[in-house]
Structures are given as C-alpha cells and as structure tokens.
C-alpha cells in the first residue's frame, strides 16, 4: 500500500496545499515519514486525510473559473462502518461548493471496495450540484466497486458511465480530461431529453 502514490504529473499546474480556496491549503508532506495507515498498513504520505478511517483523497486540480475539481480516491469506500460519505460531503465536497465548484470528477483506479449504506448524502451532494448545473462522475472503477455502487442505486447521483470506465485519463491534461467528460455529459443528457 505504501508504493500507491497520488498521480503527479500535474503538480507543475497546481497542488492542492498552495491552493489558498483549497481545504488542504498550507498541508505539509513528509516524504519519508509514514504515518497514515489502512488497517495497519502505511500508505503513501502524500494521500490525504480526510475524516475517513479507511479512504483517503487526492485533490489533483481545481479550476475556478470553468468550476471543477478532479479527486483521486484510494483504499475502502466504507458508507456502513465508517459512513466515507459524509466526511466526503462534509470536509471536501461542502467546502468545494463554496468556492464555486459544481462539476466533481472522482478517480477510483485505487478503490479495493465499496460497502454501501444510506444514500442520503449522496442526493444531498447532487441536489447541490444540480441546482448549479453541475455533475458528479465517477471513473475507473474496478467491476466489482462499480457494480456494489449500482446495487446501491447510486447512479442515480453519479454518473457511472462504463462506456468511459476505463478512460486514460493520466495521458491528458486536466482542461482535456475535463473537457472530455463534459462533453461527455452533455451528450448524455441531449440523449435523455
């Protein structure tokens, strides 16, 4: 677990920690000090706690001005030991939507598993969201996370397309990535009109 780093190629273009809007602003990283840890296993440092005793977060970009944020999750999604959710809402997403964030693109190549509960956050999260013309989607889920979250009905509030599941996402810049997942969407809801 310790050698599962966040994505950094686009640390040149923005890190989370000096990002003053950021709710990481002034966070500092020891690069040889491990001390976050999933169920007794250190994970890299430069993951991010958020309230969570089992899943932890990335923040790779934020643009304020085109209103998206794209976050890299890793470890446990656990909505019923741990309720993930609503430390997510709460200490990330709340805080986000503040700033004008209304467009959320969540990176689960790292999610082992999904354990779902209450959904009540989750609407709350959309119900946010929507209001503003924003979105919620969620990419490169491993099967077995991607169908527990659609067992959970959870589509409902995130987009889980599995026609761009496994989108290479890392060989684009973060306006490119974005881009393509809003247009993405947008196509996605011509059709359902």
Same mark, same amino acid.
């Given at each position: 677990?310790? %050698?599962?780093?966040?994505?950094? #190629?686009?640390?040149?273009?923005?890190? @989370?920690? %000096?990002?003053? #809007?950021?709710?990481?602003?002034?966070?500092?990283?020891?690069?040889?000090?491990?001390?976050?840890?999933?169920?007794? +296993?250190?994970?890299?440092?430069?993951? %991010? *706690?958020?309230?969570? @005793?089992?899943?932890? $977060?990335?923040?790779?970009?934020?643009?304020?001005?085109?209103?998206?944020?794209?976050?890299?999750?890793?470890?446990?999604? /656990?909505?019923?030991? +741990?309720?993930?959710?609503?430390? !997510?809402k709460r200490n990330?997403?709340?805080? !986000?939507? =503040?700033?004008?964030?209304?467009?959320?693109?969540?990176?689960?190549?790292n999610v082992l /598993?999904?354990?779902?509960?209450?959904?009540?956050?989750?609407?709350?999260?959309?119900? %946010?969201? =929507?209001?503003?013309?924003?979105?919620? $989607?969620? $990419?490169?889920?491993?099967?077995?996370?991607?169908?527990?979250?659609?067992?959970? /009905?959870? &589509?409902?509030?995130?987009?889980?397309?599995? &026609?761009?599941? *496994?989108?290479?996402?890392?060989?684009? =810049?973060?306006?490119?990535?974005? &881009?393509?997942?809003? =247009?993405?969407?947008? &196509?996605?809801?011509?059709?359902?009109?």
């Amino acid at each position: 677990m310790h %050698d599962i780093e966040p994505f950094f #190629r686009w640390r040149d273009e923005y890190t @989370a920690e %000096d990002d003053e #809007r950021s709710p990481f602003y002034g966070r500092t990283y020891d690069e040889f000090g491990f001390s976050n840890s999933i169920y007794n +296993y250190y994970i890299h440092p430069q993951w %991010d *706690d958020f309230g969570s @005793a089992t899943l932890y $977060i990335k923040i790779l970009f934020t643009n304020y001005q085109k209103r998206y944020v794209i976050i890299e999750l890793m470890s446990e999604w /656990n909505d019923v030991l +741990y309720n993930d959710i609503m430390f !997510l809402k709460r200490n990330i997403c709340d805080h !986000l939507i =503040k700033e004008g964030i209304n467009k959320f693109i969540l990176i689960s190549d790292n999610v082992l /598993n999904f354990h779902g509960g209450d959904d009540s956050y989750y609407q709350e999260w959309y119900d %946010d969201v =929507k209001e503003d013309e924003g979105w919620i $989607i969620n $990419i490169n889920m491993l099967d077995h996370v991607r169908q527990e979250m659609l067992h959970y /009905n959870l &589509e409902y509030y995130i987009n889980m397309p599995g &026609e761009i599941n *496994d989108m290479e996402w890392r060989l684009m =810049k973060p306006d490119m990535f974005f &881009e393509a997942i809003d =247009k993405f969407i947008s &196509e996605k809801i011509k059709r359902l009109k």
